[in-house]
T-cell receptor, first 112, second 112 residues
């Protein structure tokens, strides 16, 4: 069974901390994505990557960066966490055909 | 105009009835269409995808696509309490085989 694994299910961090969210997929997918999901706002795309070392900004990249050094791993970095980054973060991967995403189980991040 | 629009609900349907969920999209060249189910606190799970005009059936679920009207729907027959969830409509635009645009979701409640 295909899998997208996010390293933490729940995370609590302090304001100003640098935060790393890790995502690993075992499907050899080219494309990986980071979303955040907030009540009433739906899924918002932060960054995506269509190849190793390639990245593209999504709709809300401010305050975030990403790293993709290996095909299977896509990391989201909060450079200096703020309380408005408290959210559910979802990683997804997809191959280059017209099939849908597979999502990880999500990381609920709280910034205090 | 939002790229993918859904009624947020909640949509309340009695157990055993047919639940009908609707979605419209703005990019006429969109290639593929998806329905995701998301239980509270969980990540989205792909339940149906459709590429061609017409109906596609899988068990109790039927996806319907009308490209001329830019309209996608999901029918759930013999609704069960376990179908209570938020249903996300998603569309793969012509410009990208990778990126998927999500609607904000319809909350479905099946009452016993």
């Amino acid at each position: 069974d295909v899998k997208v694994t996010q390293s933490s299910r729940y995370l609590v961090k302090r304001t100003g901390e640098k935060v790393f969210l890790e995502c690993v997929q075992d499907m050899d997918h080219e494309n990986m994505f980071w979303y955040r999901q907030d009540p009433g706002l739906g899924l918002r795309l932060i960054y995506f990557s269509y190849d190793v070392k390639m990245k593209e900004k999504g709709d809300i990249p401010e305050g975030y960066s990403v790293s993709r050094e290996k095909k299977e791993r896509f990391s989201l970095i909060l450079e200096s966490a703020s309380t408005n980054q408290t959210s559910m973060y979802l990683c997804a991967s997809k191959d280059s055909t017209f099939y849908g995403y597979t999502f990880g189980s999500g990381t609920r991040l709280t910034v205090v | 105009q939002k790229e993918v629009e859904q009624n947020s609900g909640p949509l309340s349907v009695p157990e055993g009835a047919i639940a009908s969920l609707n979605c419209t999209y703005s990019d006429r060249g969109s290639q593929s269409f998806f329905w995701y189910r998301q239980y509270s606190g969980k990540s989205p799970e792909l339940i149906m995808f459709i590429y061609s005009n017409g109906d596609k059936e899988d068990g109790r679920f039927t996806a319907q696509l009308n490209k001329a009207s830019q309209y996608v729907s999901l029918l759930i027959r013999d609704s069960q309490p376990s179908d209570s969830a938020t249903y996300l409509c998603a569309v793969s635009p012509y410009s990208s085989a990778s990126k998927i645009i999500f609607g904000s979701g319809t909350r479905l409640s099946i009452r016993p």
